[in-house]
Nanobody
Framework: QLQLAESGGGLVQPGGSLRLSCAAS????????IGWFRQAPGKEREGVCS????????QYADSVKGRFTISRDNAKNMVYLQMNNLKPEDTGIYYC?????????????????WGQGTQVTVSS
């Protein structure tokens, strides 16, 4: 059974950077598309970005384009989210998720496997 574990969250000032990691165990990620999602207090979980199984295709929410970069290392069973120029509205719990298909999507219902999340707080 595939298990995902996020790490790298924390408190950062506006304009700062964080790099989130998502480690997979129990099964290989190589054939699966991966998505990053976030949930702010009182709001629904929303898609942030996604990446195809072979890193050929990526998708980003308009709110993070040009600031966030998703990448993966299939040999290490890892996925990363580099977040630059962070804003207070980026605050939330960040989740990585994996789906059976290799095609990326930011529709959360398309993902079967989820991590527990890591908190990101952007505040001065």
């Amino acid at each position: 059974q595939l298990q995902l574990a996020e790490s790298g969250g924390g408190l950062v000032q506006p304009g700062g950077s964080l790099r989130l990691s998502c480690a997979a165990s129990g099964s290989a990620l190589a054939y699966r598309a991966i998505g990053w999602f976030r949930q702010a207090p009182g709001k629904e979980r929303e898609g942030v970005c996604s990446i195809s199984n072979a890193s050929i295709t990526t998708q980003y929410a308009d709110s993070v384009k040009g600031r966030f970069t998703i990448s993966r290392d299939n040999a290490k069973n890892m996925v990363y989210l580099q977040m630059n120029n962070l804003k207070p509205e980026d605050t939330g719990i960040y989740y990585c998720a994996a789906r059976t298909s290799g095609l990326p999507t930011m529709a959360k219902d398309a993902y079967s496997f989820w991590g527990q999340g890591t908190q990101v707080t952007v505040s001065s």
